[in-house]
C-alpha cells in the first residue's frame, strides 16, 4: 500500500492542527446553526399554539408541514454534526483520512470537498449499491 504522506499516519504536526482547525471550525458552525434552528422552531410552535383559532384543514396541514420540515432541519444538522464529530475523534486516533472499509488512504481531493468522509470514493459506491 502507497501512503500519501498529507493523508496518511504520516501527516506532520502542523498538518494535524489544520485540519483539527477546519473539521472544529465546520463542527462549531453547525452546532450555531442547530441553535438557530432550534430557537426558530421554539418561535414556530408558539406561533402555532397562540395562532389556532378558526384553523381549517388546510392550515393545520400547512402547520404540520412546517413542524415537519422543521424536525427534519434539525435531524440533518445534527446528523451532519456527527459526522464531524466523529472525524475529529478520527484524527485524535491516528485514522481519519484512511477509508474505514478497505483501509486505502481517502484522496486528499475527495477530503478536501467532503472533510467528515469515512470511506474512499470505491467503498462508498459500493455501499450505496448494496443499499440500493
Not at 402547520?63 to 432541519?73: H, Y
Request: proline content about 2%.
Amino acid at each position: 500500500m502507497v501512503v500519501n504522506e498529507s493523508v496518511g499516519k504520516g501527516r506532520s504536526q502542523a498538518d494535524i492542527d489544520k485540519i483539527r482547525l477546519s473539521l472544529r471550525a465546520r463542527y462549531d458552525e453547525l452546532t450555531s446553526e442547530y441553535d438557530q434552528a432550534v430557537a426558530q422552531s421554539q418561535v414556530l410552535r408558539l406561533v402555532e399554539v397562540g395562532d389556532t383559532a378558526g384553523d381549517d384543514q388546510a392550515d393545520s396541514g400547512t402547520k404540520t408541514a412546517e413542524r415537519d420540515t422543521a424536525q427534519s432541519l434539525l435531524r440533518s444538522i445534527l446528523d451532519r454534526r456527527a459526522q464531524f464529530e466523529h472525524a475529529l475523534t478520527r484524527l485524535d486516533e491516528g485514522t481519519y483520512g484512511w477509508c474505514e472499509g478497505c483501509a486505502d488512504p481517502i484522496p486528499v481531493e475527495r477530503l478536501e470537498i467532503f472533510p467528515s468522509a469515512t470511506s474512499c470514493v470505491s467503498c462508498k459506491q459500493s455501499r450505496e449499491r448494496r443499499a440500493a
